[in-house]
């Protein structure tokens, strides 16, 4: 079985767009203005194809993601 890619929103600084790319892909599937609208179209891609969305600071750091399919690594529920 083929590995799912990712869904990443980036920013673009030579056009100044956000946006929605797929993993391994150069050609992004969205742009948009600001990283809210980005993000949103972002979401609504992992959702579709069920995989990780991964959030990009402008310099390209990775701030957070998000598991909209099988998560590898689900987060331990901790006891109080």
Known sequence: MAKKR???????PE????????????KPLATSKTKAAAE??????AKKREVEHIIHKKGGLITDSDSYGNDPHPPKDKKH
């Open 6 to 12: 990712n869904i990443h929103t980036t920013y673009d």
């Open 40 to 45: 949103k179209k972002s979401i609504r891609e």
């Open 15 to 26: 056009k100044k767009v956000w946006k929605t790319v797929l993993e391994g892909q150069e």
